[in-house]
């Protein structure tokens, strides 16, 4: 059968279609760049937006519209709205985040095992989805209660993959060349908490563990990590870019400069906190460019406490130009 293959949101989302990628290739199926050529359309769906969760409609409409395929609906939205997501035109079936992993032998009615016998080898998914970037998952769902994030709800409780696992998935990746393409240049380890990778493992384990295991497998030139949570970070931890093939970048969100408003947000640190960890990052990796999040309006939020975050932003940049920096 054709498959066409589409997401909405993040990098997580991004690396599960290209799982769902190879479990098909392995099957025999063809993977084609648009839904009018598919018999199955899959959506990897997202809600952690109103507008995401609007694309995520809209591209399952624009699906059927386009083509008689079964639209298959996985991801956030598509769990957290089953109903809804039921009652679009041309949708065949649901997969909940809980059954997003059993997807491919699910629809096909094949046991999972299959995909622990066969190799599964990573092409580039045609289309929009080509990427020179290999999207790896190594965790899932989060145990934060920020008060604004829906995606705890969706994806349930924080769950990490072993080192065992993600290092398969980094040498697949590293493999494509075997099958006429370009292997990936950037390996690109994501989650929902990735920060939090390896509490739960027993032995329990740090990221820095696993970042460090990647570097020793990878023949990739560079190694990029998402978004990471401040408060599972020390300063040893960027002792790791002393290895050059760790991409000089860091998304550590903050969401407000305002120590009242991160309490009412659940948020486990404050401006102050964080502002040590960025000057610390700075100091260890120079000329890091150093990213975040802000989110304005808030519940509750006043005029004198919104004032705070731009205030914030303003000093960390004032700081970061005046050593050449970024933030």
Known sequence: MNIYLDTVGCRLNQAEIEQYARQFRVLGHTLVDTPEQAEIVVLNTCAVTSAAASDSRQKARQAHRSSQARVVLTGCWATLHPEEAAALPGVAEIFPNSQKDQLVSGLLQVPAEIFEQEPLERRPIPGARLRTRAFIKAQDGCDNHC???ITRLARGAGHSRSIEQVLSDVRLAQLESQAGGTAAREI?????????????????????????????????????LSSLEPWDLDEDFFALWQDPRLCRHLHLPLQSGCAATLRRMARHTSPDEFAALVAAARKAIPGAAITTDIITGFPGETDAEFEESPNAVNRRTSSASSSGLNL
């Open 147 to 149: 008060t604004f994030c």
């Open 188 to 224: 690109v380890l994501t989650g929902v908490h990735l920060g939090s990778w390896g509490a739960d493992l027993s032995p329990s384990l740090r990221i820095s563990h696993l970042v460090q295991a990647v570097l020793q497998e990878m023949s990739a030139s560079r190694l990029r």
